[in-house]
């Protein structure tokens, strides 16, 4: 009885939500009420935000602190294109992190705005002082269960707030749907009239009880938060993750000159030696004389890191040419790995990609060269030599693909993250001796390109004599 009950009000539910859904043309998009203060529409950015900091506190935990330490600064293409100071490699590794969570930080000092809380309304001013001094008025910073607790929640909001977006998503297609079946529903007949008419009944019977799951969502994502609430979990963990940089990294309290390219030896990664604290303390670096206050005074901590990840004149950053060199090397390898499918088209279109400083290079290279290339031994001796460059220069084109494509405008959002850093790209390397690395690589296949022509060539004459050959053996016995 108690079932009957419960049905009989489930289907006074769903007509009446038919009745809504016939009267009310349905929309492709759907409008937050603003009421509550709460959030809305901008929980998705916030999720993203949230999805940004997870990644760069799990980018400090002490495994992945010690793997910068040990493999990303010891590439052997770090090494020979972009600097061998592992003092120096550790400072960018840091002032990219810093960089990364400043970038967060703007975000959300923009969104704090809507707070009713004064001190999070003032969220910008107080995360530059605690930059600048380690100053945390409001103890905003976590110890280590309550980072693994507040983690916990984070996590749960974002995954509830991406299902929400795909479910807000699906339900606009079916609305989507619903209208274009009405609207094609007026220039049938009758047999057709009442087929589409189950199928309306039908699809309006999939928007109710996607518009249940959407409302459900809603209530336990981000969406129904209040802006108080999520910016205070943001803040909290923005200032925990800055403390952890400056703990991990050896930075003290202060204008400090931890981050100029002449960093001290001590400057190295230090992992948290007891797992229940992050607090923020100060590092191993010695305090700066009067001189170097002086000196810093001018600058804040972030600006401090800024010019710290600006390229020298020298990179290929600072000529605006890492990516497009990481595509041309990555061409190269292609061809490299199957000389015997480059065709002379595609041979024009690497050399178009090329600037002008490698062609005059290359073009003093090949000078002289002669054109027969049938030496086996030399063509393996070339096939040795690029393999040894392209096994240190073809990672790091690699990651210059896998940064820039994760910071691309469509990948900024509720996306997955490696743990690729800056220094271990193009983009801090040597322009100079990138050119050359490259130009060894062009020389070496061209010869190695046309070595297989020539073999095929030859091989393709032997196989036309045999026939020919043949063929006038049995001319001559008939």
């Given at each position: 009885m108690?079932?009957e009950t419960w049905l009989i009000?489930?289907?006074t539910a769903?007509s009446?939500s038919f009745d809504a859904?016939r009267t009310t043309p349905p929309?492709?998009?759907l409008?937050?009420?603003?009421s509550?203060g709460?959030?809305?529409v901008l929980a ?9 900091l997870?990644h ?5 935990s002490?495994?992945n602190?010690i793997?910068?330490r040990?493999d990303?600064?010891s590439l052997?293409?770090v090494?020979k294109?972009?600097?061998n ?6 400072g960018?590794?840091c002032?990219?992190m810093?960089?990364n969570?400043r ?7 923009r969104i704090?705005?809507?707070?009713e809380d004064?001190n999070?309304?003032s969220f ?7 930059a600048?001094s380690g100053y945390?008025p ?18 749960r909001?974002v ?6 977006y795909?479910?807000m ?5 079916m609305?989507n749907?619903l209208r274009?079946?009405l609207?094609?529903r007026k220039n049938n007949?009758v047999?057709d ?11 309006q019977?999939?928007i109710?009880?996607q518009?249940?799951?959407?409302k459900?969502?809603?209530?336990r994502?981000?969406w ?5 609430t999520?910016?205070?979990?943001l803040?909290r ?5 800055l ?7 050896g930075i003290g309290?202060?204008?400090l000159?931890s981050?100029p390219r002449?960093?001290?030896a001590?400057?190295t990664v230090h ?6 604290s992050?607090n923020?303390v100060?590092?191993?670096?010695k305090?700066p004389?009067?001189?170097q206050k ?6 804040t901590f972030?600006?401090l890191?800024?010019?710290f990840l600006?390229?020298?004149?020298t990179t290929?950053?600072a000529?605006?040419l890492a990516?497009?060199?990481?595509n041309v ?8 790995k199957s ?8 041979r ?5 990609m ?13 000078k002289g060269?002669?054109f ?7 063509a ?5 030599a690029?393999?040894r460059?392209?096994?240190w ?9 896998k940064w ?14 490696t743990?690729v850093?800056l220094l271990?790209t193009?983009y801090f390397?040597n322009?100079e001796k ?8 062009l ?7 046309r070595?297989e022509r020539?073999?095929?060539?030859k091989?393709?004459f032997?196989?036309s004599?045999?026939?020919?050959g043949?063929?006038l053996?049995l001319?001559n016995?008939?």
């Amino acid at each position: 009885m108690a079932l009957e009950t419960w049905l009989i009000k489930v289907k006074t539910a769903i007509s009446h939500s038919f009745d809504a859904v016939r009267t009310t043309p349905p929309t492709t998009k759907l409008v937050p009420k603003k009421s509550g203060g709460t959030v809305g529409v901008l929980a998705f950015e916030i999720a993203g935000l949230m999805s940004k900091l997870l990644h760069l506190w799990q980018s400090l935990s002490d495994k992945n602190i010690i793997r910068v330490r040990n493999d990303s600064i010891s590439l052997e293409g770090v090494r020979k294109i972009v600097s061998n100071d592992e003092a120096f490699l550790l400072g960018l590794a840091c002032a990219e992190m810093v960089e990364n969570l400043r970038h967060v930080a703007k975000s959300v000092s923009r969104i704090s705005k809507r707070c009713e809380d004064s001190n999070l309304r003032s969220f910008e001013n107080l995360f530059d002082n605690f930059a600048n001094s380690g100053y945390d008025p409001h103890g905003w910073v976590l110890n280590w269960k309550e980072v693994e607790a507040r983690n916990k929640k984070i996590d749960r909001y974002v995954t509830r707030t991406v299902n929400l977006y795909r479910e807000m998503d699906e339900l606009s297609v079916m609305e989507n749907g619903l209208r274009k079946l009405l609207q094609s529903r007026k220039n049938n007949d009758v047999h057709d009239a009442s087929i589409k008419e189950q199928k309306v009944i039908d699809l309006q019977q999939k928007i109710f009880w996607q518009r249940q799951e959407v409302k459900y969502l809603k209530e336990r994502s981000l969406w129904n938060r209040s802006f108080d609430t999520v910016i205070t979990m943001l803040a909290r963990s923005i200032f925990t993750i800055l403390a952890r940089i400056k703990l991990v990294f050896g930075i003290g309290h202060g204008f400090l000159s931890s981050l100029p390219r002449s960093l001290s030896a001590s400057a190295t990664v230090h992992p948290s030696e007891n797992p229940n604290s992050c607090n923020f303390v100060s590092g191993p670096l010695k305090s700066p004389n009067l001189e170097q206050k002086k000196d810093h005074h001018a600058y804040t901590f972030f600006d401090l890191n800024s010019k710290f990840l600006k390229p020298p004149p020298t990179t290929l950053g600072a000529a605006a040419l890492a990516l497009h060199y990481a595509n041309v090397i990555i061409v190269i390898e292609k061809m490299i790995k199957s000389p015997q499918l480059v065709g002379l088209d595609t041979r024009d279109d690497v050399y178009g990609m090329l600037p002008d400083s490698i062609r005059s290079s290359l073009r003093a290279r090949l000078k002289g060269v002669g054109f027969s290339a049938s030496d086996p031994m030399l063509a393996g001796e070339w096939r040795e030599a690029l393999g040894r460059i392209l096994g240190w220069l073809s990672p790091l084109a690699h990651n210059m693909i896998k940064w820039q494509s994760e910071r691309s405008f469509e990948q900024q959002n509720l996306v997955e993250k490696t743990n690729v850093l800056l220094l271990q790209t193009l983009y801090f390397a040597n322009k100079e001796k990138t050119e050359a690395a490259i130009t060894e690589l062009l020389v070496g296949l061209n010869y190695i390109w046309r070595f297989e022509r020539e073999m095929n060539a030859k091989a393709l004459f032997e196989c036309s004599n045999y026939f020919n050959g043949s063929s006038l053996n049995l001319q001559n016995s008939s």
